[in-house]
Nanobody
Framework: QVQVVESGGGLVQAGDSLKLSCAAS????????MGWFRQAPGKEREFVAG????????SYADSVKGRFTISRDNARNTVWLQMNSLTPEDTAIYYC????????????????????WGQGTQVTVSS
């Protein structure tokens, strides 16, 4: 299995940028598709962005498209989420997740498809 740990969260103002990191250890990182999810108070966990095992395919929620960018470096066992033009609606706990998906070109958006999760990192955007 793979273990993932998020970092980079914090308190920022509306319009600011923030870059989250997710460091993976354990099994071969390049065999896993990766996703970022978030959960705001009183709301269900929602898909934010995902990237396939090779980095050749990405997917974004409509609410973040054009503002957030997901990327990965398999040599560094790391996936990032660059978040620009943040708004208070982006306030949530952000989770990194992994699913075994070697050679699959698509990106999964459902949280149940990801078997491995980090503890989350808090992102708070003030108005």
């Amino acid at each position: 299995q793979v273990q993932v740990v998020e970092s980079g969260g914090g308190l920022v103002q509306a319009g600011d940028s923030l870059k989250l990191s997710c460091a993976a250890s354990g099994r071969t990182f390049s065999h896993y598709g990766m996703g970022w999810f978030r959960q705001a108070p009183g709301k269900e966990r929602e898909f934010v962005a995902g990237i396939n095992w090779s980095g050749g395919s990405t997917s974004y929620a409509d609410s973040v498209k054009g503002r957030f960018t997901i990327s990965r470096d398999n040599a560094r066992n790391t996936v990032w989420l660059q978040m620009n033009s943040l708004t208070p609606e982006d306030t949530a706990i952000y989770y990194c997740a992994a699913r075994l998906a070697l050679f699959l070109t698509g990106v999964s958006t459902g949280p149940r498809e990801y078997a491995y999760w980090g503890q989350g990192t808090q992102v708070t955007v003030s108005s």
